[in-house]
């Protein structure tokens, strides 16, 4: 079992910056590529961002390729979304995710264990 704690959420002026954790706690995090999602009011869960167990590797949704960039560090079982130049469509309730497998990691179904969510709400 993984428990996956999110903050670092909040209310942001638009071309505004945030960074997002993740706690994990459990089985051993590295083990674990990670991912990041978001939800919008009345949308379904997208995917935002992840790294696979090393952070060597990387992988982001086309909308905030350049914005947004996703680390993670194993001996503090912790990863990150720093987001900068925030949008107004970026607002969302950020969730992270650890999967076990691999696969495509921008497929919810990919993941094992999801964290409750942090609210990012970018105004304009």
């Known amino acids: 079992q993984v428990q996956l704690v999110e903050s670092g959420g909040g209310l942001v002026q638009a071309g505004g910056s945030l960074r997002l954790s993740c706690a994990a706690s459990?089985?051993?995090?590295?083990?674990?590529?990670m991912g990041w999602f978001r939800q919008a009011p009345g949308k379904e869960r997208e995917f935002v961002a992840a790294?696979?167990?090393?952070?060597?590797?990387?992988y982001y949704t086309d909308s905030v390729k350049g914005r947004f960039t996703i680390s993670r560090d194993n001996a503090k079982n912790t990863v990150y979304l720093q987001m900068n130049s925030l949008k107004p469509e970026d607002t969302a309730v950020y969730y992270c995710?650890?999967?076990?497998?691999?696969?495509?990691?921008?497929?919810?179904?990919?993941?094992?264990?999801w964290g409750q969510g942090t609210q990012v709400t970018v105004s304009s």
């Open positions: 790294a696979a167990w090393s952070g060597s590797s990387t």
């Open positions: 995710a650890a999967a076990r497998g691999y696969g495509d990691y921008q497929r919810p179904r990919m993941y094992n264990y």
């Open positions: 459990g089985r051993t995090f590295s083990n674990y590529a």
